[in-house]
């Protein structure tokens, strides 16, 4: 099939605002996944990025009635991202914590066990892919250490790579600041994540 | 550029958002100190982990759970705009209340006529109000007189009903006025 000219987000937007439900289709079509994958990175939890993901476009819609095209859309739907996922976390906050997966199990024999262990799949695959898979969990504990503000910049410009005045106006601070926190983050993830200080020529 | 600005920059390179001056003092360091090397290393594998899983797909469930979550706040929305249309119909109903009591008390104050404005009333000339003075109710203010247009109405519906011939007492209709009018 021929595409036709393609619309820009703005413009798409601008008739969603005029009722056309079919751009809005179009304009989730074409950015459900990053927006997921943020909320996901920023989240840490894929249960609840599919849920926060659907209310960001929730939002989007409700706010298309007000929307005026003076900044980017990516800005505008990564705001409402963002906003959704202070909220989440501000919610999550304020009810009793949950059992953390690293946190030790009852006392008994042998090692120290945590419920991580207890769960994990323990079966010999082909090394490589378990390296993987835990390299993967270990970067998604360390990006959840990071302090939110920290966390919220890394992933824009790491994960979603937008530049830093485009993450400077979602996280609504100066674009000094944006590379500031992210040289922080930087710092903090690279002494979790590769411990192995300078010299120290070990195996991999 | 000592290590911890060379390391900074680093980032700002990986980003491209240093100037070019930024990139040479930058790559001048790195030829010279294996450690700031490692946190250029560090840097990029950190970049690379972020990109080896797969971002997350949406699962098969994700559109329908869009949709039923925009129909909840479609109806709502509806549900809003209803009560929003109620709100604003019963608002107009007060003000024109409000109105149609403000345009009686501006009819009850113009109740009040003078001389010419019972003239153009009548649709008779002032002199004619004058002449007609004894029979029409109203009232003497010094000087003045003023006439209720109650009482005027009143009057001219007797006049309407009553026999030519027959006079009548009008002295009832007159308002406010002192005792040596009544009968």
Redesign the interface.
């Known amino acids: 099939m021929k595409e036709r000219t393609e619309w820009t987000d703005e413009q798409l937007m601008m008739s969603v605002r005029d009722g056309n439900d079919d751009a809005f289709c179009r304009l989730?079509d074409r950015h459900?996944?990053?927006i997921?994958?943020f909320v996901?990175r920023f989240l840490g939890n894929?249960e609840t990025?599919?849920?926060v993901?659907?209310?960001v476009?929730?939002r989007l819609?409700?706010a298309s009635r007000t929307y005026v095209p003076t900044a980017r859309f990516t800005t505008f739907l990564y705001l409402i991202a963002r906003n959704l996922c202070l909220d989440h976390l501000d919610k999550r906050r304020r009810l009793p914590p949950l059992t953390s997966l690293s946190q030790e199990l009852g006392a008994g024999e042998g090692a120290p066990r945590t419920l991580e262990d207890e769960i994990a799949d323990t079966r010999a695959g082909p090394y490589g892919e378990i390296s993987?898979r835990e390299?993967?969990a270990e970067?998604e504990r360390a990006l959840l250490s990071l302090p939110e503000d920290q966390r919220l910049v890394f992933v824009l410009?790491?994960?979603q790579g937008f530049?830093?005045q485009q993450a400077a106006e979602v996280v609504g601070c100066p674009p000094g600041t944006v590379?500031s926190r992210?040289?922080a983050a930087?710092?903090h993830?690279?002494t979790r994540?590769?411990p192995t200080r300078?010299?120290a020529e070990g195996p991999g | 550029m000592n290590c911890m600005e060379t390391q900074d920059t680093l980032v700002l390179i990986h980003d491209g958002e240093a100037s070019p001056e930024q990139v040479d003092a930058a790559h001048l360091h790195l030829s010279e100190c294996p450690s700031c090397r490692a946190e250029a290393d560090a840097l990029r594998q950190i970049n690379v982990w972020c990109h080896e899983e797969p971002p997350p797909e949406p699962s098969e469930t994700w559109d329908l759970a869009l949709t039923a979550k925009l129909g909840d706040l479609k109806m709502r929305a509806a549900t809003e705009e209803i009560r929003l249309l109620r709100q604003i119909a019963e608002e107009m109903a007060t003000r024109i209340r409000a109105l149609e009591t403000a345009q009686a008390a501006e009819r009850l104050e113009r109740d009040l006529m003078n001389v010419n404005e019972l003239a153009l009333y009548l649709h008779v000339t002032p002199e004619k109000v004058r002449d007609l003075l004894p029979e029409i109710p109203h009232i003497a203010l010094g000087g003045d007189v003023r006439f209720r247009r109650a009482a005027v109405d009143g009057w001219l519906q007797l006049r309407e009903s009553a026999p030519a011939e027959a006079p009548l007492q009008w002295n009832d209709w007159v308002i406010g006025a002192g005792s040596h009018l009544s009968s």
């Open positions: 989730v459900r996944k990053p997921l994958n996901y894929r990025a599919e849920d993901s659907q209310d476009f929730v819609w409700a993987r390299r993967a970067l410009t790491e994960v530049t830093y590379a992210k040289s930087v710092k993830l690279r994540l590769i300078v010299g």
